[in-house]
């Protein structure tokens, strides 16, 4: 799981949450959030560890399960994974699905 | 249908019992992660890439319309409105809450359904031809025998912790539909000179990182003694099979290591010491199962439909879809009907919770409670009339459930790829998505005919690429999506595996590459009649290399 990990590259923290196993990210303050862009970019270094320590403790507290770093490019909007994989994980399936998908194809099929 | 009888719902009643306190453990902090993995897997929940996944068994691909209502039922009120059928016949919902699994289960078991090893290294939902106990080309249903299959395997307790997992499928048909070839074990359910009924047994298929055909180890094994010869092999498979190495684990490495006749000898010694144990098939038995799949009566009817014919005349769509989605019904006047979950621009096997309620309604209006589910991710209505057929297409029309493409280029078969699957190299959703566009053309996919494109969004196959008329396997090359692009190969009665055409494609060439391969077909076949496959048999790679590549 830690595949991810490149020297010298920034970093967040990523989980799933357990009740749900939505995808969160550790944000400032040791808050999870729901969005890549709010998460907290982290030195590869002290506060990475120190990050992986509090998502550990959440571990034990049994609020989140399958924890890991993600290299990340700051960009102005925030952090965006460098890898394709983790982009769609945080970002959803890049195809629309549901009844989200039925819509185009019902007004192209008329 | 089959009925669970009073062991079955006790059986299902007490899994979901025991796993719902299991999930309570893990939500109080009594198990670890570690500890609650593998029961979370022996009920098919998994960990995906955005969220849990749950897979949910649907024996032999056969439903009733309670059965799929409460498959609608369950993506509304625990999903996100929609569920994808799998190429194992399974049904996958993409989003459940871990918190509400039990519930679920509680609900499936309501209309004997469950998610009991559609996952791990146990013997998995046993799967059969689509068409079975309706096909007018069949010799027997296989689904008596699948049963039989599920009810021996369903936590065998010699055999739950196999090397890897463990797949059978069961056909009754000269032509294949099951893919048997390419399973670890193929039954091939048969007649014999007096019309006994008998199998041939194929061991060793598999697809995966190591693609495989199997070896047909028995011609003949007459009915009573198909659970022991199945108990001979999996013995031998649970004793030999390699446990050192999971990429070395399945059957088909055993079968290729150790010499087809050498696992012949051994399975049929053992089979020797035990055909006349607790597992001979006493016929009485076999005919009380087979009683739960006895053909529906359905009215003899003209073999031909004057109000059919008046509406195809009237109207290019349906008779579009007749002629391409219907084959010919064992009982003069009906047909089966294949219902597409391949729109063009969609997603392959999706279905939405309303659609499958649609489809659960025209099963049972028309088709006598019965739907089928695919490996090729489509839906079956088995039993339906000619007449009835202009009303049906105009239901499926209104419900983007009436593509006319079984068969055709734009009915791909496709796994989830990196828009779901945790071990994806690449996405394969988009892949599909594009290719069903580019051709989206009806008349042209006609001109095209049969072409069962496959696409795996990674070396785990379960798109099946291999056995592709044209595969696509999704790659990682620095850091990029690519494509790998197998031809040839065929998951039916003539199985081969196909062969890799020469250097992958990018994601923004692969469409064209594709495209390439099926004009330099349509150049070179002799004839209209002559299919992508026979061309390419015929061909060999050459030109599709030359148009390929040459120009590069
Ligand atoms: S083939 Fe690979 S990417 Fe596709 S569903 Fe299977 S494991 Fe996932």
New interface residues.
Partial sequence: MFKAATEGQKKIVTV?R??????MFLGPGNRWVMHVTEAAVLDDGAELEAAMAFGRAE????QV??LYPIDVEVTPEGPVP????ER??AE????A???A??A???A??R | MYRYDQFDHDFVNARVAQFREQVGR????ELT?DQFRPLRLQNGLY??????MLRVAVPYGTLSPAQMRMLAHIARKYD???GHFTTRQNIQY?W????DVPDILADLATVEMHAIQTSGNCVRNVTADHFAGAAADEILDPRPYAEILRQWSSLHPEFVHLPRKFKIAVTGAERDRAAVQVHDIGVHAKRGPDGEVGFAVYVGGGLGRTPMIAHKIRDYLPEEDLLSYMEAILRVYNLEGRRDNKFKARIKILVHEAGADAIRDKVEAEFERIRHSALFLPEDEVRRIEAYFALPELPNRSPVSPSLDRARAADAALDAWVRQNTVPHKVTGHVLATISLK?????PG?A?A??MEVVADLAERYSAGEVRVSHEQNLVLPHVALDDLADIHAILQAN?LATSNAGLVSDIICCPG???C?L?NA?S??VA?KIAERFADLDRQRTIGELKIKISGCINACGHHHVGHIGILGVEKK???FYQVTLGGSGDEHTAIGEIIGRGFAADELIDAVETIIETYLVHRTDPGETFLAAYRRLGQAPFKEALYATA
């Fill in positions: 799933n357990l009740i749900d196993g939505r995808v571990i034990a507290a049994r399960t399958e460098v890898r394709l994989r769609i994980r959803g399936p890049t195809v699905y549901g009844e998908e039925r185009p194809l019902t192209g099929s | 893990r939500l109080a902090g992660e960990l995906q890439l955005h969220a849990y996100r409105g929609y993409h459940p809450a871990l918190g729109p063009i621009g969609g997603t999706d939405t309303e659609q983007d990196l828009d779901y945790s994806a996405r959703i988009p998505q850091g990029e999506e």
